[in-house]
């Protein structure tokens, strides 16, 4: 690599990451395809990939992007998002795993619950 990604270019290299199309990427961050393409070439340039998925590969590589598998939907989505520093209240399916989780301790804690 020849230089750090700015957090312009790491947004967009994390949306490219996440298989959001230039137009889908372009429209979110309210840039022109234009300038959507340029900020991707210089991506490219940075981490000397030949196209998308190698520029993914060698952030991956790299340190820059975390490739493993994200959970959503559970307890363990919840406490990801903790140790990661998010907010875990804004990932709806998170939350309602974490909530679904609290509610399967305490019946599991119910002496009064019947054995199933």
């Given amino acids: 690599m020849s230089a750090e990604l700015t957090p312009h270019q790491l947004r967009v290299l994390r949306m490219v990451s996440q298989?959001?199309?230039h137009a889908q990427i372009a429209a979110e961050l309210y840039v022109t395809p234009k300038g959507l393409t340029a900020a991707v070439n210089r991506i490219h340039a940075k981490l000397g990939a030949i196209n998308a998925?190698?520029?993914v590969l060698l952030a991956c590589q790299a340190g820059i992007l975390d490739g493993?598998?994200?959970r959503h939907g559970d307890h363990a989505g919840y406490e990801a998002h903790r140790r990661r520093g998010e907010d875990p209240s804004k990932?709806?399916?998170c939350r309602l795993g974490e909530r679904a989780h609290r509610?399967?301790?305490r019946n599991r804690n119910d002496p009064n619950q019947e054995a199933a």
Avoid: V, Y
């Fill in 19 to 21: 298989g959001l199309t």
């Fill in 53 to 55: 998925p190698h520029a």
């Fill in 68 to 70: 493993r598998p994200r």
């Fill in 91 to 93: 990932c709806e399916p």
């Fill in 103 to 105: 509610q399967a301790m």
